[in-house]
């Protein structure tokens, strides 16, 4: 059956991308009939708009022609996916507080179709925090969001607030529409992947061998089920994956704070290798010799614990929190000990012993403990089909609430 959008073209300098998008998106065989809001036809022509999507163009509330042949609740429901592109700060200002003023806003509060949109706008404006208020707001009600992306504006100044490329945009709405129907479309997702660094002075550090390669590829197993993924990653060699958001962290308090800006999500998996202590006083130059000295030692504080701290957070707790348990002895043991002590719901654990090559190695053999679950004990696997079992059981978990949730 053919899938369709509902777009949104709200105006920015932004909008002349939004044809390019319709024409991807025809190329690909998908519906695409089109709302130009006022704002919108100062940028676009709704004959340009009309011509490109092979439909007519909305534009109008009030308009009796266009409610006879297609009334707004029916125009906004009729599409599998509603895309808002540009979607300036005044229309997220209007959909964040519900405010239906125009066909646009109007289409948005009425639709019970999940929801995409693509902000544009001047770099001071994406920083001001009413819009970060409102992003967040619109997070919350399960919005999603692409982009937007750094880069020079139309207005000349540089920064963060140019709208993602036509490609980005449709790869998103591609992606939408593919997972449309499975239990895990829509939801937010943190992952923490590799290993974090914590700096003794400016040219040396403590780390361990986290190479990454499981993280990442839960990370791109949960983005492909329709997941909206940010992936907060010490350093790496693995090229980035392909998902939604990469912050790109080196120590364990910076991956603490770059889980909780990305709050709040429905499913928080750590897999990284966290440094559990940090050298206590950083050295601000770095360490010398001195001839017939002792070598120095280093005091270590505590880091944060990045898992228990998301199992335990009172408002907004993720839904499902899953930590990876690295193992070298008394995996079982060690595993139930952590699913307590964390707090987390779930708990992957994995034999790192030398001989296993678990650390950069392309496989691994892990069990899963859930609570109130037996133990799975899943056989030696690549770690990209460990992340596809783990993301299959993490849509099975979520269908079970589902039915649950809409039971009488
Ligand atoms: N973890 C975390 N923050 C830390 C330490 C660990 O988020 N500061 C997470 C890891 O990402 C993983 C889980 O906790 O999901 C278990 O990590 P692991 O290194 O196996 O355990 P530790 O908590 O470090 O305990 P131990 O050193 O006793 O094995």
Sequence with gaps: MTKRVLLIIAGGIAAYKSLDVIRRLREREIGVRCILTNAGSQFVTPLSVASLSGDKVFTELFSLTDEAEMGHIKLSRDADLVVVAPATADLLGKMANGLADDLATTALLATDKPVLI????NPEMWAHPATK?????LMRDGIHVVGPNEGEMACGEIGLG???EPDEIVQAICRHLQSSLGPLAGKRAIVTSGPTIEAIDPV?????HSSGKQGHAVAEALHKAGVDVTLVSGPVREPAPNVDKVVEISSAVEMLQACEQALPVDIVV???AVA???????QAQKLKKQAGEEPPSIRFVENPDILKTLAGLDSARPQLVIGFAAETENI????ERKLQTKGCDWVVANNVSAEQNTFGGVHNEVMLFRRGNRVEAWPKLTKQAVADQLVRRIAEHFDQRRDTDTAP
Excluded at 204 to 208: E, G, K, Q, T
Excluded at 276 to 282: F, H, L, S
Excluded at 332 to 335: P, R
């Design 118 to 121: 693509a902000p544009a706008m």
């Design 133 to 137: 208020r409102n992003v967040e707001q």
């Design 162 to 164: 140019r709208m993602a």
């Design 204 to 208: 040396r550090f403590l780390s361990n």
């Design 270 to 272: 750590c897999v990284a």
């Design 276 to 282: 559990d202590w940090r050298p206590a006083d950083q």
């Design 332 to 335: 079982e043991q060690n595993a």
